[in-house]
């Protein structure tokens, strides 16, 4: 996974400028290349309103979310003034959800990565957001960073599978993604309380793994838990885990954890970034 172009929308918040934060570093540790995005509102229209003042509108608007974007980009600059890292700076009047997927495509992004907002709501964050929009319809892999997670080189990353065979595709970008960072990569299974997954099924699954998967520092376990969300928590926990993987697909772990009834324990560990791969 050779990543060249991240994408990183912005609403100019708190938690979008952390994730900018964390962006840059990443880009400036892989050699990529940042586009910082920024979609701002149509201005209201009404049928009285004269054609001259909503021209006006559109060119305060547009003047508005460049200035501002030039204000983070500078903000980023002062506070990380050692990378070398490029950054395109674009500004686009439309529907959030609708134009960073188009600049994802236009631009053939390898990482979408966004913010997201603190322990109290990431439920609400992740359904019924821009964010969560973006987690579910982007083609490539996104990345979202909370509000408080602080960059560092991942150096153990946990996929989360159901022993599923699409998890391989997922799996053999990860391992590229771990490769840079000589990351561990840890493919954990949580075991529900009632599932019935034999033995034989487990290694055969295993044995697949590491057949189509050419990652030296390749780990598996097993974790037993009441849900997968505590289950994910909890490993992440007890084994230093900087960022947690899981594949977006109908019925998937993903779901599972991301659901709005997400558990207590899972928002106490939002600072860690999770990052979703696309069937």
């Not at 490769?179 to 997954?197: C, M, P, R, S, Y």
């Not at 037993?224 to 772990?253: C, P, R, W």
Request: glycine share 2%.
């Amino acid at each position: 996974m050779a990543m060249k172009n991240l994408l990183l929308p912005t609403d100019f918040s708190e938690n979008s400028n952390n994730a900018l934060k964390y962006a840059i570093q990443l880009a400036d540790k892989v050699g990529a290349i940042v586009k910082c995005f920024h979609a701002y509102h149509i201005p209201y229209i009404h049928a009285e309103m004269p054609a001259g003042m909503y021209h006006t509108a559109i060119e305060e608007a547009e003047k508005e979310s460049k200035d501002e974007m030039e204000k983070v980009w500078d903000k980023v600059k002062s506070d990380f003034p050692d990378l070398k890292v490029s950054c395109d700076l674009e500004c686009k009047m439309g529907f959030a959800v609708e134009e960073i997927l188009n600049a994802a495509e236009k631009n053939d992004v390898d990482m979408v990565v966004m913010g997201t907002q603190g322990v109290n709501s990431v439920a609400d964050v992740i359904f019924g957001s821009i964010t969560s929009s973006i987690l579910d319809k982007a083609q490539c892999p996104v990345l979202a960073v909370p509000e408080n997670s602080q960059y560092r080189d991942p150096q153990n990353i946990a996929f989360a599978t159901a022993y599923d065979e699409s998890d391989l595709k997922a799996l053999n970008k990860l391992s590229d993604f771990a490769q840079i960072f000589n990351a561990n990569l840890n493919v954990v299974h949580v075991n529900k309380e009632g599932d019935t997954i034999s033995q034989e099924n487990e290694v055969s699954f295993r044995n697949k793994i590491r057949e189509e998967v050419n990652y030296q520092n390749l780990y598996f376990d097993v974790t037993q838990a009441y849900d997968v969300t505590d289950g994910i928590s909890n490993y992440a926990e007890d084994n230093a885990i900087d960022v947690i993987a899981l594949m977006k697909k109908k019925h998937s772990i993903f779901e599972q954890v991301f659901h709005r009834s997400i558990s207590r324990k899972m928002a106490y560990h939002s600072d860690i970034p999770m990052l979703a791969y696309h069937e």
